[in-house]
């Protein structure tokens, strides 16, 4: 078994770090800091059929991961595949005067409700983090979306460089290994 320390790696290094484990060894110990670098190492491994032993060590984490016995196929937890991503990189909607835009997008996150063909995910950057944190206008609405089966994700540099991680309030965090993957795997791309 392969032991990695990921301690103090600036994300998305520890979900690379991973990946490229996972793609020699078997089963691997991973070290990892409390928080976001422990989620997104165990949701990554979870979504490829991995499983995943997570155990407290001191102030971080070391988490056992065993890949899959049948690595040919994508895994059964992997559901990126024929996504439709919305990608969501400001608080506001379009050009022009701030207040109209900040407008145009709350009444597109509460339309969503209404349509019949939801996103399976919604990715949050930039600015756009805003609206997944506390404060937001439309926290209830991202709330229900999440209840109907959309996945909302916030990018963790994103959330540390505005400071506000410990404001979080709809969905999880996510890293730039992650989103890449979900741009690059999806059957329909939606830019905001």
Not at 151 to 169: H, Q, V, Y
Request: charged residues 25%; contains cysteine.
């Amino acid at each position: 078994m392969k032991t990695i320390d990921c301690r103090n790696q600036p994300c998305p290094a520890p979900v690379i770090n991973v990946r490229k484990a996972l793609q020699e060894f078997a089963e691997i110990r991973v070290m990892l800091d409390d928080g976001a670098p422990r989620e997104n190492v165990s949701r990554f491994s979870r979504n490829r059929g991995c499983r995943v032993a997570e155990e407290r060590d001191g102030s971080g984490w070391v988490l056992t991961i065993t890949a899959p016995a049948d690595t040919s196929s994508p895994a059964a937890g992997d559901d990126r595949q024929g996504r439709r991503v919305v990608m969501i990189t400001s608080d506001r909607l379009g050009e022009g005067p701030e207040e109209l835009g900040r407008l145009l997008m709350k009444n597109f996150i509460h339309t969503l409700l209404e349509t019949g063909e939801l996103p399976g995910r919604m990715l949050f950057l930039n600015s756009g983090v805003f609206l997944t944190c506390e404060g937001s206008d439309v926290l209830e609405a991202l709330e229900k979306l999440q209840g109907m089966g959309v996945e909302i994700f916030s990018c963790g540099l994103c959330l540390d460089f505005f400071t506000i991680k410990d404001k979080l309030r709809a969905g999880t965090t996510t890293n730039m290994l992650a989103i890449a993957e979900d741009l690059l795997s999806a059957d329909l791309l939606i830019k905001l």
